[in-house]
């Protein structure tokens, strides 16, 4: 039995050099532009963990940073697999995510939906499709007069077909449901989660009393005919009951809005800009959102037990840091400690979810992203998009890539040049001041968004039916302003 090596002084500040660049993006810029990728933070990775792979034969090291004193694997496979065998040991505390400033954030608890394999037959492709396209063809609609799609009109766009997939069409009228989630998610591993936890599981269980038939929610309110999952854990570390399916109900529909809201978006820049790995459709496009800018880019799993991994001795109050975001640079083509030697096993953790190993529920998440992409690049009637901002190329791809800085434009199938101003007096005429009254119209539904998203109201059912009714008045002023858009477009033609 062994222990982790620990890394040198010097191999510790490089790397730590290395984490602390990519809080400042820009720092790096000079090296980039004159092609000295050994320079930049990317380079510098890669190179200490090349170096720490060769000189401790790719076992996981033991690193000091600024962010704390981590067991780093160095690889995917050694990644997968020591987590793996800390949760069969039931060694591991919920994990958290660590952001490139070092700031600790809780993650969604992890729970485990009732099938051991992702659930194609429980949701079948067509049963997605369908749902789905009816939202993304009204999300279309509300494009702007240059074809674009905003952040403001493609995120509540997108969390709404989310709602409609999981939850049922009831849902994705229901914006509280959203915004409840996203605030529980906020306190995991906090003493608010359970209370915001029991709000969001009794806002879900009317969408499972009467389910949809069209939605995952009608296959989680079956009664479990295949052997039991294994309980999941609450934000403290605390056995939860795995047979609520408003458990499992509330996890898949956090990750499946991170991945159509956040993911997909991503995957049709990457397509749009014409990156050779999301050349192959829609599943390629995503996977490849997955790798550069995984959601979950880095995750702190604390070792709470004592377990052992092929001969090594993890000791209690370790943190293994799991960080495909900041690793994947690192690894060197040529050397066959790589991802490609040593593929993944079945039950690989997710860039979506915080488990320790595989999750059903992001499985499915995958496929909704999937579909996005599939509807604006292949299924919706018109061209392919156009990426407007920012500017990607397959030579220099960002560290990160936050979603409300990408626009896409999603031309008309024979879409022309605007017309010359139309003469007064005419219908065509009308189609600038209804643009006009489109945006203030949506100006007005952030205000109400944002005064809805103020703690003041928490607390409270009475505070909560409050909150309700601004964001369905911020919901109906969107939706009116993407009506008045779509006329604004046949009054000017």
């Known amino acids: 039995m062994t222990t982790p090596a620990t890394a040198l002084p010097l191999e510790n500040a490089v790397f730590s050099a290395a984490l602390l660049a990519r809080r400042l993006p820009w720092s790096d810029a000079p090296a980039r532009a004159l092609g000295l990728d050994s320079l930049t933070c990317e380079g510098a990775a890669r190179g200490v963990l090349a170096h720490l792979r060769r000189s401790r034969s790719g076992r ?42 070092g700031r600790r954030h809780g993650l969604h608890p992890h729970h485990p939906l009732p099938f051991p394999a992702p ?55 229901d914006t509280l449901l959203g915004e409840m989630l996203r605030r529980a998610a906020d306190a995991a591993g906090s003493h608010a989660y359970e209370s915001r936890a029991a709000a969001v599981h009794r806002r879900l269980a009317p969408y499972l009393a009467d389910p949809d038939p069209d939605s995952l929610a009608a296959f989680l309110a079956r009664p479990a ?24 109900l509330a996890h898949t529909l956090a990750v499946v809005s991170e991945a159509a809201v956040t993911t997909a978006l991503q995957a049709l820049a990457l397509s749009a800009a014409g990156m050779p790995g999301a050349a192959g459709g829609p599943a390629a496009a995503v996977a490849l959102a997955l790798d550069l800018f995984p959601p979950v880019a880095a995750a702190v799993h604390p070792v709470r037990s004592r377990f052992t991994w092929e001969g090594l001795a993890v000791e209690a109050g ?7 975001g900041w690793l994947r ?33 992001a499985a499915v998440a995958v496929r909704v992203a999937e579909a996005v992409v599939r509807f604006f ?3 919706a009637d018109g ?46 005429s009308y189609a600038a001041p209804a643009r006009a009254g489109a945006d203030r119209l949506d100006r007005h539904a952030r205000s109400l968004a944002a005064c809805a998203a103020d703690a003041g109201w928490d607390g409270n059912e009475t505070r909560e039916r409050f909150r309700m009714r601004l964001l369905e008045h911020a919901d109906r002023c969107m939706r009116a302003a993407s009506d008045i858009r779509e006329a604004a477009r046949h009054l000017a033609d």
């Open 60 to 101: 996981p090291v033991r690193l000091r940073t600024p962010f704390g004193s981590f067991l780093v694997p160095l690889g995917p496979a050694d990644t997968a697999g020591l987590l793996a065998a800390g949760a069969a040991a039931d060694a591991l505390a919920p994990a958290v995510r660590l952001d490139e400033a």
């Open 119 to 173: 659930p194609e037959d429980a949701l079948p492709d067509a049963a997605l499709a369908g749902p789905l396209a009816g939202e993304l063809r009204r999300l279309a609609a509300a494009r702007r007069d240059d074809h674009a799609l905003t952040w403001e009109a493609w995120r509540p766009g997108l969390l709404r077909a989310a709602r409609r997939v999981v939850a049922g069409a009831a849902a994705a009228e």
């Open 225 to 248: 005919t295949g052997p039991a999952v294994p309980a999941a854990r609450a934000g403290d570390g605390r056995p939860t009951d795995a047979g609520r399916p408003e458990e499992a």
């Open 318 to 324: 370790t943190e293994i840091l799991a960080a495909p």
């Open 329 to 361: 640079s690192a690894t060197d083509p040529a050397d066959d400690t790589g991802a490609e030697a040593h593929p993944l096993p079945a039950g690989r953790p997710s860039p979506l979810c915080g488990s320790p190993v595989g999750c059903a529920a």
């Open 377 to 379: 690049t292949e299924d």
């Open 383 to 428: 061209t392919r998009p156009a990426l407007l901002a920012p500017a990607l190329t397959p030579d220099r791809m960002p560290l990160t890539l936050a979603p409300h800085s990408v626009l896409l434009a999603f031309p008309a199938a024979g879409a022309h040049p605007a017309a010359p101003p139309a003469r007064a007096d005419t219908p065509a």
